[in-house]
């Protein structure tokens, strides 16, 4: 689901699209409930199921190519997520939301955020990170490998050695390219991640515009075949 979810909010979001003070629906991810909008953050997940919360709604509707854009969404509306998905509340953090994903492993929505989090890899505190998981779906299921001590040094230095080439255009002969999802376990609850990709020769990703990452990062890529 995030990779899709990521191509449209990326593409989406290239045309200027965002919710306005009114809550009128433009081209963001978000959701309503109990009158609260709350917006997806896509480089935040949460360390692990601990702090997941009960149940704080369902989607009732998707509205997306479903109306016009200046609708006002009601409870239980969303612009992107499907019919039927559950938010649960997160502990301790009253301003978001969590939706159960196949790689992150939850999605984070936000009301309010009164700290301040990592919202790209430039803002991530790379001293404190304390391990590495790389997670991919294969034949179905999440695979993850987990990373520290020297292997976790390498990957960050790898991740920062990444090049802009915005001409590169992955090989989509064969197949779509295979998404792996980043986490990077600091201690804290909240956590940083984002998505890389490679066409089976050439890993890449998004920090801000594409780039292309070296050809070592394949060793960390290719334990999870």
């Known amino acids: 689901m995030k990779w899709q979810k990521l191509i449209t909010v990326v593409s989406l979001l290239l045309l200027g699209g965002c919710i306005s003070d009114q809550e009128t629906i433009t081209w963001a991810d978000t959701v309503k409930i109990e009158e609260k909008q709350y917006d997806y953050l ?4 949460v360390a692990d199921s601990s702090i997941i919360g009960a149940p704080a709604g369902i989607v009732k509707r998707d509205v997306a190519g479903k109306v016009h854009r200046n609708y006002r969404l009601s409870n239980g509306e969303a612009t992107f997520l499907q019919k039927g998905t559950t938010l649960y509340n997160v502990k301790g953090y009253p301003g978001f939301l969590a ?13 309010e955020i009164s700290d301040h989090y990592p919202l790209s890899f430039d803002e991530l505190d790379l001293g404190n990170v304390q391990q590495i998981t790389i997670t ?5 299921t999440p695979v993850t490998a987990t990373w520290s001590d020297e292997e976790k040094d390498e990957l960050l ?10 001409k590169f255009q992955a090989n989509f002969m064969v197949q779509d390219p295979t998404h792996f999802d980043f986490v990077f376990y600091t201690g804290e609850d909240v956590l940083f991640t984002i998505p890389l990709f490679t066409d089976g020769t050439t890993p890449f990703w998004y920090p801000y515009d594409q780039e292309i990452l070296p050809e070592a990062m394949n060793k960390y890529l290719s334990h999870h075949d």
């Open 99 to 111: 939706v159960k994903d196949d790689l992150a492993p939850y999605l984070l929505y936000h009301h």
């Open 42 to 45: 896509l480089h935040l997940t």
């Open 136 to 140: 991919h779906i294969q034949k179905g």
């Open 157 to 166: 230095s790898l991740l920062m050695d990444s090049k802009p080439d915005a």
